[in-house]
């Protein structure tokens, strides 16, 4: 079968310069001419058909059968090459249909890991969020600590004003029967009884003292704890704008939901073709599914650090207001 471009009229030119050429007119001759196209066998009868052509110029004209056969034979072989090039081109459509297909898979599995990556960005940062979260929770619960560790403080010293007054009240009720001792006495003990007097008052006064020194310390705390509660106004102002922050982030993974969820009406032709991309689509969503669970396990953790939150800042307002100072006597 003669090959596309190959025909009797090139074979014929060929032929013809190598006789001019003064060549002998083989056949690998006659393919080299071409340019090392064509098959042998149809340079072959090619070659004969010219040679008979020539040997008949010089004989007996053919037969009207003969002709016939030989214009059948023509047109069979015409129709063949055109039949060959006909199957030639539907390859090379087939062959062009086929590379779009592929083009197009192509794309749609780039689409899908385009997909895949924004799932893993949105992935990291809900992790980042969750970790900014842990840290917040272990300041708060530093917190805490420190709220418990001054509120212990303070009451050791409540308690221990309330052993100050029980001293004081203590020295007055002696002071109350040196009085009353002083005054059966008074005549024979009268320098004795202003010793005790001058005694009793210094004690009073370093009584009083230690009860100013008390105060102040009292007050640095309560400034302490002031500092606190504004600590952990920062800290659920802070926890105000992670829940932004989140609220952000599920925006975004809405939008690429939405975008997925155009991918996947693209991708519903391509299925019919491959089963392999629907399997991948239905992974993507499960991930998708499981960013949203944990989304909204991630927003039930904020809320109820915001619920423990007011909690401590309400404790915090309840221990805020100062004791009553106790009034020296």
């Not at 102040?216 to 106004?233: F, G, S, V, W, Y």
């Not at 997925?260 to 992974?283: I, P, Y």
């Amino acid at each position: 079968m003669a090959r596309g471009g190959i025909n009797k009229a090139v074979v014929q030119k060929a032929r013809t310069a190598l006789l001019a050429r003064g060549e002998h007119p083989s056949i690998d001759a006659v393919r080299i001419e071409l340019g090392n196209t064509g098959s042998k066998t149809t340079i072959h009868r090619y070659l004969k058909e010219l040679e008979a052509a020539d040997q008949g110029r010089s004989a007996a004209p053919i037969p009207f059968s003969g002709q016939l056969a030989n214009l059948v034979a023509q047109l069979a072989e015409r129709l063949q090459e055109e039949a060959q090039a006909a199957v030639t081109a539907e390859r090379e459509q087939l062959a062009s249909e086929r590379r779009g297909y592929q083009d197009r898979l192509s794309q749609a599995e780039e689409r899908c890991h385009q997909s895949e990556a924004q799932c893993a960005g949105l992935t990291e940062q809900l992790q980042v969020a969750q970790q900014a979260l842990q840290h917040e929770r272990q300041v708060r619960q530093q917190a805490e600590v420190e709220n418990a560790r001054f509120l212990q403080a303070n009451r050791d010293l409540e308690t221990r004003l309330q052993d100050r007054d029980g001293q004081i009240r203590s020295l007055e009720e002696k002071h109350q029967h040196a009085r009353d001792a002083l005054e059966h006495y008074r005549q024979a003990a009268k320098e004795q009884r202003e010793q005790d007097q001058r005694r009793h008052e210094t004690q009073v006064q370093q009584l009083q003292m230690e009860l100013r020194q008390l105060q102040q310390t009292l007050m640095i705390k309560q400034d302490e704890l002031t500092q606190l509660n504004r600590d952990n106004a920062r800290l659920l102002a802070e926890a105000r704008q992670q829940q932004k922050d989140l609220h952000s982030l599920q925006r975004q993974l809405e939008q690429r939901q939405q975008t997925l969820a155009s991918e996947m009406q693209t991708r519903t032709q391509v299925e019919q073709e491959n089963g392999a991309l629907r399997e991948r689509c239905d992974t993507l969503q499960g991930e998708v599914a499981r960013l949203r669970e944990a989304k909204d396990a991630h927003d039930q953790q904020v809320q109820n650090l915001q619920e423990r939150l007011v909690e401590a800042l309400t404790q915090l307002k309840i221990l805020g207001h100062p004791p009553e100072d106790a009034a020296p006597q």
